[in-house]
């Protein structure tokens, strides 16, 4: 399945974009789905509209649009005469990739990183040996480019620009699978690596291996070698884990990273 290259590029701007509110709307859903996953609005808390136009200074028909849509997310139920239930995380759209970016802004970052991370490492592999046997000409040309950009980028140090191709890199393989399901992945793949940068957990310079892997991997792929392609995305995704396990202890010791 080829994937549209303006989509794509969307979705990455989206993802290497630091969240901004453009309206009252969306302050309040984002304010609102924060506090809940960071557990300021615990499981089982009811409440009334009208608490939560005063505790965020909203408007009722703010609030009313607002949680209309962290319901969408399962965040929140709404029940006329008894009032706002706070859900528990059994019940939330974890892929969403907004609620994604929250938990990783909130203090159970590690326990997501090590959650999509694990869904990384189940998936990507298979995506990068379907896509061998499935891209097209022109996306295998357009993946050996990226790969070699992404060296240049990382030898140069520019972390954001390392970023924007390297969730280009992933989305792409995921949607070369030719599987749709797995192409849907793509924005929680972005947000992951977005929250590696954006929040301390990346080295100051990618490392050469893991530069080299992703060369291999989009050589693999565009030669239809799939256990080649599986075999180094594996190590990419595994070497990514481990950097994220070193940098998280290393913030939770004195002198460790802030923001990590």
Same mark, same amino acid.
């Given at each position: 399945m080829n994937s549209d290259p303006v989509q794509r590029r969307e979705?990455?701007?989206?993802?290497?974009?630091? !969240?901004k509110v453009h309206s009252r709307h969306n302050r309040f859903v984002e304010m609102?789905?924060?506090?809940?996953?960071?557990?300021?609005?615990?499981?089982?808390?009811v409440l009334k509209s009208e608490e939560l136009e005063e505790r965020f200074a909203s408007s009722r %028909?703010?609030?009313?649009?607002? /949680?209309?849509?962290?319901?969408? *997310?399962?965040?929140?139920a709404s029940r006329r005469n008894v009032g706002v239930s706070i859900l528990g995380s059994s019940s939330w759209n974890v892929f969403d990739? =907004?609620?994604?970016r929250w938990r990783l802004a909130g203090a159970n970052?590690?326990?997501? /990183?090590? %959650?999509?991370? =694990?869904?990384? %490492?189940?998936?990507?592999?298979?995506? $990068?040996?379907l896509a061998a046997r499935a891209i097209s000409v022109a996306d295998g040309?357009?993946?050996? #480019?990226? $790969?070699?950009?992404?060296?240049?980028?990382?030898?140069a140090g520019d972390l954001e620009a390392f970023l924007a191709l390297d969730i280009e890199f992933h989305s792409l393989i995921l949607q070369a699978s030719g599987n749709e399901m797995l192409s849907h992945l793509? %924005? !929680?793949?972005?947000?992951? *690596?977005?929250?590696?940068?954006?929040h301390g /957990?990346?080295?100051? #310079?990618?490392?050469?291996?893991?530069?080299?892997?992703?060369?291999?991997?989009?050589?693999?792929?565009?030669?239809?070698? $799939? !256990?080649? !392609?599986?075999?180094?995305?594996?190590?990419?995704?595994?070497? $990514?884990?481990?950097e994220m396990a070193t940098a998280m202890v290393g913030s939770a010791e004195p002198g460790g990273a802030p923001g990590a």
């Open positions: 979705r990455v701007a989206m993802a290497t974009m630091p !969240a609102m789905g924060q506090q809940i996953t960071a557990g300021e609005l615990p499981e089982g808390e %028909s703010v609030v009313r649009e607002g /949680l209309r849509v962290l319901e969408t *997310l399962g965040m929140v990739p =907004q609620l994604i970052r590690q326990a997501q /990183l090590q %959650s999509l991370t =694990q869904l990384r %490492s189940a998936v990507e592999p298979l995506a $990068a040996g040309r357009r993946l050996m #480019k990226i $790969a070699g950009e992404l060296v240049a980028t990382g030898n793509d %924005s !929680a793949v972005a947000e992951v *690596l977005a929250g590696r940068t954006h /957990l990346m080295p100051d #310079k990618p490392r050469q291996e893991a530069r080299h892997l992703h060369y291999v991997v989009a050589d693999a792929i565009q030669r239809g070698m $799939a !256990a080649e !392609a599986e075999a180094a995305m594996r190590g990419i995704v595994t070497q $990514a884990g481990d």
